[in-house]
Protein backbone atom coordinates (compact mmCIF):
# COMPACT_ATOMS: atom_id res chain seq x y z
CA UNK A 1 0.00 0.00 0.00
CA UNK A 2 1.44 3.19 -0.91
CA UNK A 3 0.12 7.11 0.43
CA UNK A 4 0.67 10.21 -1.34
CA UNK A 5 -0.34 13.73 -1.46
CA UNK A 6 -1.12 15.83 -4.53
CA UNK A 7 -0.59 19.30 -5.41
CA UNK A 8 -4.02 20.15 -7.00
CA UNK A 9 -5.11 23.47 -8.74
CA UNK A 10 -8.32 24.58 -9.27
CA UNK A 11 -10.74 22.63 -6.65
CA UNK A 12 -12.73 25.18 -5.00
CA UNK A 13 -16.33 23.74 -3.68
CA UNK A 14 -17.54 21.02 -2.49
CA UNK A 15 -18.64 19.77 -5.92
CA UNK A 16 -15.11 19.83 -6.81
CA UNK A 17 -14.39 17.23 -3.78
CA UNK A 18 -17.32 14.63 -4.77
CA UNK A 19 -15.90 14.76 -8.09
CA UNK A 20 -12.53 14.02 -6.99
CA UNK A 21 -12.88 11.43 -4.48
CA UNK A 22 -15.96 9.74 -6.54
CA UNK A 23 -13.81 9.46 -9.78
CA UNK A 24 -10.22 8.31 -7.91
CA UNK A 25 -12.59 6.23 -5.35
CA UNK A 26 -13.94 4.28 -8.39
CA UNK A 27 -10.29 3.08 -9.00
CA UNK A 28 -9.43 -0.43 -8.56
CA UNK A 29 -6.79 -0.52 -6.01
CA UNK A 30 -7.54 2.71 -4.44
CA UNK A 31 -8.25 2.45 -0.80
CA UNK A 32 -8.83 5.97 0.54
CA UNK A 33 -8.87 9.27 -0.82
CA UNK A 34 -8.97 12.89 0.84
CA UNK A 35 -8.95 16.09 -0.52
CA UNK A 36 -8.11 19.50 1.25
CA UNK A 37 -9.73 22.09 -0.35
CA UNK A 38 -7.58 24.51 1.93
CA UNK A 39 -4.28 23.43 1.17
CA UNK A 40 -5.41 22.21 -2.56
CA UNK A 41 -3.97 18.96 -1.76
CA UNK A 42 -5.46 15.13 -2.46
CA UNK A 43 -3.99 12.28 -0.27
CA UNK A 44 -4.58 9.32 -1.76
CA UNK A 45 -3.58 5.73 -0.30
CA UNK A 46 -3.55 2.78 -3.21
CA UNK A 47 -2.05 -0.32 -3.59
CA UNK A 48 0.39 0.06 -6.60
CA UNK A 49 0.06 -2.86 -8.07
CA UNK A 50 -3.32 -2.60 -8.87
CA UNK A 51 -3.23 1.00 -10.33
CA UNK A 52 -0.85 3.71 -11.36
CA UNK A 53 -0.02 6.98 -9.65
CA UNK A 54 0.09 8.07 -13.21
CA UNK A 55 -3.54 6.88 -13.68
CA UNK A 56 -4.68 8.50 -10.48
CA UNK A 57 -3.24 11.61 -12.09
CA UNK A 58 -4.81 11.53 -15.24
CA UNK A 59 -7.95 10.72 -13.13
CA UNK A 60 -8.03 13.32 -11.40
CA UNK A 61 -7.00 15.62 -14.57
CA UNK A 62 -10.06 13.98 -16.74
CA UNK A 63 -11.97 15.87 -14.17
CA UNK A 64 -10.87 19.04 -15.38
CA UNK A 65 -8.34 20.01 -12.50
CA UNK A 66 -4.23 20.55 -12.99
CA UNK A 67 -2.24 17.84 -10.64
CA UNK A 68 1.70 19.74 -9.96
Known sequence: MQNVTLNVQGMSCGHCVKAIEGSVGKLDGVSEV?????AAQVEVAFNESQVSLDNIKETIEEQGYDVE
Do not use: D, F, I, S
Not at 34 to 38: G, Y
Open 34 to 38: KVNLE
